[in-house]
């Protein structure tokens, strides 16, 4: 099993400053990797996926970069309602999630 | 417009079964995989299970496997999943979720439904 690992896990942020949150897995999973968004009592949101395709009617201050093992998900100038918890997922081989990265407010 | 709706939550007891059902609507069921995902209180997403955009192929967590069947019915637009066999562990909200892209590509998650909840307890 592909063992998808984020950091951090939990970032406290401002609204307005640049976020970066890590996606790392165990093994390559080219460039199979998707994210998602959960706000509270929501279901997972679509984002990114092929590491880097923004999904429909995702803003432009989402970005997703990496390939291989090593993946950023980037949200260059944080609105107050991208406060939420941050997944990432790999397709490569089977379905498996990371843990989670909670962005909450500073 | 494009949606999924799971039912067939509930409180049940450990060894017992329960059958999730999840309705599709705004678009060709047919044509598209779709898998269950599952949500422990306050943890993070767990895969489930797997199955074809035609019904042909299934796949289980390891968690699963050998307890649940995941299956469709094409002519009521409708994804199941009976459970048997239930676990404290099981206890989770089930969202099912449909593929990107048509037929058997295993991309991303892009329709989710709202969750149907299930507590395995006794």
């Known amino acids: 099993e592909i063992v998808m690992t984020q950091s951090p896990a939990t970032l406290s942020v401002s609204p307005g400053q640049r976020v970066t949150l890590s996606c790392r897995a165990s093994?390559?999973?080219?460039?199979?990797l998707v994210w998602y968004q959960q706000k509270p009592g929501q279901a997972p949101r679509l984002l990114i996926y092929?590491?880097?395709t923004r999904a429909s009617g995702i803003p432009a201050r989402f970005s997703g970069s990496g390939s291989g093992t090593e993946f950023t998900l980037t949200i260059s100038s944080l609105q107050s309602e991208d406060f939420a918890v941050y997944y990432c997922?790999?397709?490569?081989?089977?379905?498996?999630f990371g843990q989670g990265t909670k962005v909450e407010i500073k | 417009q494009v949606q999924l709706v799971e039912s067939g939550g509930g409180v049940v007891q450990p060894g017992r079964s329960l059958r999730l059902s999840c309705a599709a609507s705004?678009?060709?069921?047919?044509?598209?995989?779709i898998h269950w995902v599952r949500q422990a209180p306050g943890e993070g997403l767990e895969w489930v299970a797997v199955?074809?955009?035609?019904?042909?192929?299934?796949y289980y967590s390891d968690s699963v496997k050998g307890r649940f069947t995941i299956s469709r019915d094409i002519s009521k637009n409708t994804l199941y999943l009976q459970m048997n066999s239930l676990r404290a562990e099981d206890t989770a909200l089930y969202y099912c979720?449909?593929?990107?892209?048509?037929?058997?590509?295993?991309?991303?998650?892009?329709?989710w439904g709202q969750g149907t909840m299930v507590t395995v307890s006794s």
């Open positions: 979720a449909r593929v990107r892209v048509m037929g058997n590509h295993p991309g991303a998650f892009d329709i």
């Open positions: 705004g678009f060709t069921f047919s044509s598209y995989a």
């Open positions: 199955i074809s955009y035609d019904g042909s192929v299934t």
């Open positions: 093994q390559s999973v080219s460039s199979n």
């Open positions: 092929d590491a880097s």
């Open positions: 997922q790999q397709y490569k081989n089977w379905w498996t």
